[in-house]
């Protein structure tokens, strides 16, 4: 489009629960403005925004589509996040640069999990949002009950634009309340008709009127004299309301009939903002030089900024950065700063997005979403900007991993490539970690549930032709000791020549602070200084390998206080093996005994799910630190829980919440482990 300003864009996310429609409603908006000439199939797997290998077989949405068209004269940026909770760090890098979002409601489903989170995030971020209520052809659908059940779940502020006309497969159309008029479908569009009588249409209309009088002074005033709204006084009422938040417009329709798409069009520009509306048109960031405030008025006037929203690897391509211009206009060949890291780049390439179809553009106005290419060091979450004026915009906070897993190669010579090519996704994924392990040797992947890192070993194997396995990832486990014990440990060997000899005696006994402590209590002498350092690195060896199943020894206080030496035999080497014999010997009679990691975690649950997690946690010995109320009746769960009982907590707590809960965990401390416990972790050791 030609000449296009910031005033005829609007970014909008499609949120909702999985399957309710999102992707086939962007399908029927692409085909009523003639980007495509049929309607593609989720089941099929030829839509526009599922266009990824994994979605089509899978068939539901694993990542946000960037969908840009033109439609009647104006810009219209959806994203069409998924709706499956795994992948909700899609969602979170499409509100950042979204204005307003349309929530997709199934109708035969009524209000889902999804819709919940979806209405949640909105409601943090203080986004504007329209909810269409899809299949509405679909079965016995009751549209008052579906009102009274998000008035009482979200409140007064939702607001019916709309009235169906017919019910399941006789739904044909609908009343529009601001209109006065019907819509009804007519092959694959909708016609304009009179308005017909329907017993709801007065109170809906009478309570839009009244959210309209709520706007100013000057509404209310000509509302209580009972004098009429124009309906340029109607659309300007209720656009600020829905601005505002304080309502919520309701549609119907049917995606796969085409019913209500051009009226979600349209309300779509006439009730989001436009990004120069949305946050009064102001984008706050930080000078990386000074750390000072920056704000930027989202203006072509302004110098250039943008935000990196989105990062996809492409095997071939490389990688493809989506970003939203705040403010400025971004040109092709431009170079500009990533202030976040400090490096200029150059924009070789300039597009709009269209799920995987790509048009070219020399230029990106202030407010509009476009991609580059080829910027090696550019992540999701950097800034760019004009060489001249700095700024950082405030990076997206992602959730942390909450299930790790050990990835295993299928074939062992693709050992090296494993990690590079994991490490390429991760850069695509900020939910997901990618950890080495050094101690026992895994490379563990972090996600936000089982689903999540399959699909990124489907990816693994889709993008890089590297097969791989997902297992349990070990514990590691630690041992100590409960008393003191005070051995001595002797190295003598002579066989013709020069010879060994070291002696030593050490106390050992339990350190209730700190992993480990060397003590020096030698006097006169007897065991020259020089040596100490090798008795100490003795001890350190010997450390790592524990008497009961192998584990690194921790939490011992080691005192040398006598030993011998010889003038000529005696160097480090003796002592050294001097420590480690003494060592040995001390374990045997020090009471040794296994320790198991403990991790905190904070579990956030809504309140009816409180006693199940609670009696859930119990059984897996964890101890209950506290709970708080949250806002939205959520509770917040603290509890200290061995590491080895809730490696799967993530799949265990979708199953407990039906997806609601949601929790975050760090290690804290190693504690005693239960001897029934203890003996199979030792059983398990030596048959390894």
């Known amino acids: 489009m030609k000449n296009y300003t910031t005033d005829k864009i609007r970014n909008v996310s499609f949120l909702g629960h999985r399957g309710s429609g999102k992707t086939s409603l962007v399908e029927s908006l692409l085909l009523r403005a003639n980007v495509i000439s049929n309607l593609g199939s989720v089941e099929k797997g030829n839509t526009v925004s599922d266009y990824d290998e994994e979605e089509k077989t899978r068939k539901f949405s694993i990542n946000t589509s960037a969908i840009s068209l033109d439609y009647d004269g104006h810009i219209y940026n959806i994203l069409d996040t998924p709706g499956y909770f795994d992948f909700s760090g899609e969602c979170l890098s499409a509100l950042t640069v979204a204005a307003g979002a349309v929530v997709v409601l199934d109708a035969s489903a009524g209000i889902e999990v999804g819709t919940e989170k979806a209405w949640r995030l909105l409601e943090e971020r203080k986004i504007p949002r329209i909810l269409f209520i899809n299949k509405m052809d679909k079965g016995a659908i009751n549209y008052k009950d579906i009102l009274i059940d998000l008035k009482e779940k979200f409140g007064k502020k939702i607001a019916p634009f709309s009235i169906p006309l017919g019910e399941g497969d006789k739904f044909n159309g609908f009343i529009d309340v601001v209109e006065d008029k019907c819509r009804i479908n007519v092959g694959d569009h909708c016609e304009d008709r009179p308005l017909v009588k329907h017993e709801d249409f007065e109170s809906i209309k009478n309570l839009l009127l009244e959210a309209v009088a709520e706007t100013s002074e000057e509404a209310m005033e000509k509302y209580f004299n009972g004098e009429e709204f124009t309906i340029e006084e109607i659309h300007k009422g209720l656009r600020k309301g829905v601005i505002n938040g304080d309502l919520v417009p309701v549609l119907v329709g049917s995606a796969t009939n085409m019913i209500g798409i051009h009226t979600l069009f349209e309300m779509i520009f006439d009730y989001m903002p436009t990004p120069a509306e949305a946050n009064d048109g102001l984008v706050h960031g930080i000078n990386p030089d000074t750390k000072e405030e920056v704000v930027r008025k989202v203006s072509q006037d302004e110098p250039f900024s943008a935000f990196v929203f989105k990062t996809i690897v492409d095997p071939f391509i490389g990688k493809i950065s989506l970003f939203k211009v705040n403010s400025g206009v971004a040109t092709?060949?431009?170079?500009?700063?990533?202030?976040?890291?400090?490096?200029?780049e150059k924009l070789n390439t300039l597009y709009f997005v269209r799920g995987i179809k790509q048009r070219d553009t020399d230029k990106v106005v202030a407010g509009d979403i476009a991609a580059t290419t080829k910027l090696?060091?550019?992540?999701?979450?950097?800034?760019?900007?004009?060489?001249?004026?700095?700024?950082?915009?405030?990076?997206?906070?992602?959730?942390?991993?909450?299930?790790?897993?050990?990835?295993?190669?299928?074939?062992?010579?693709?050992?090296?490539?494993?990690?590079?090519?994991?490490?390429?996704?991760?850069?695509?994924?900020?939910?997901?970690?990618?950890?080495?392990?050094?101690?026992?040797?895994?490379?563990?992947?972090?996600?936000?549930?089982?689903?999540?890192?399959e699909v990124v070993l489907s990816k693994l194997y889709n993008k890089f032709q590297v097969q791989a396995e997902l297992t349990i990832p070990k514990i590691a486990y630690r041992e100590t000791i409960r008393k003191e014990a005070s051995v001595q440990g002797k190295h003598k060997k002579q066989s013709g020549g020069a010879g060994q000899y070291g002696e030593v005696y050490i106390k050992f006994e339990p350190l209730y602070t700190g992993?480990?402590?060397?003590?020096?209590?030698?006097?006169?002498?007897?065991v020259p200084k020089q040596y100490l350092p090798a008795v100490e690195k003795g001890l350190h060896e010997a450390a790592k390998k524990g008497p009961l199943a192998g584990y690194p020894v921790i939490n011992y206080k080691a005192t040398i206080y006598d030993g011998s030496y010889h003038p000529v035999?005696?160097?480090?080497?003796?002592?050294?093996?001097?420590?480690?014999?003494?060592?040995?010997?001390?374990?045997?009679?020090?009471?040794?005994?296994?320790?198991?990691?403990?991790?905190?975690?904070?579990?956030?649950?809504?309140?009816?799910?409180?006693?199940?997690?609670?009696?859930?946690?119990?059984?897996?010995?964890?101890k209950i630190l506290g709970i708080d109320p949250l806002d939205h009746g959520d509770q917040k769960i603290s509890v200290e829980v061995p590491h080895k009982e809730v490696l799967g907590y993530a799949i265990d707590l979708k199953a407990i919440s039906q997806g609601r809960g949601s929790f975050e965990f760090h290690f804290i401390k190693y504690q005693n482990m239960p001897e029934d416990v203890a003996k199979k972790v030792i059983e398990e050791a030596h048959q390894a």
């Open 332 to 344: 092709k060949d431009m170079e500009v700063l990533n202030a976040t890291q400090d490096k200029k």
């Open 376 to 453: 090696q060091d550019v992540k999701t979450g950097d800034t760019l900007c004009d060489k001249n004026n700095p700024i950082v915009y405030e990076n997206i906070k992602f959730p942390k991993p909450c299930l790790y897993m050990n990835v295993i190669p299928v074939k062992k010579s693709d050992d090296e490539k494993i990690s590079t090519s994991l490490q390429k996704l991760v850069e695509e994924d900020p939910t997901l970690e990618l950890i080495r392990n050094a101690e026992t040797k895994e490379l563990l992947l972090g996600g936000q549930g089982k689903k999540h890192l």
């Open 515 to 526: 992993e480990y402590e060397f003590v020096d209590h030698i006097k006169g002498g007897v």
């Open 569 to 622: 035999d005696s160097n480090e080497i003796s002592f050294k093996q001097a420590a480690i014999l003494a060592f040995r010997k001390a374990m045997e009679s020090a009471a040794p005994v296994l320790l198991e990691p403990v991790v905190k975690m904070e579990i956030i649950i809504p309140e009816e799910y409180t006693g199940d997690v609670m009696g859930d946690m119990n059984k897996r010995r964890g």
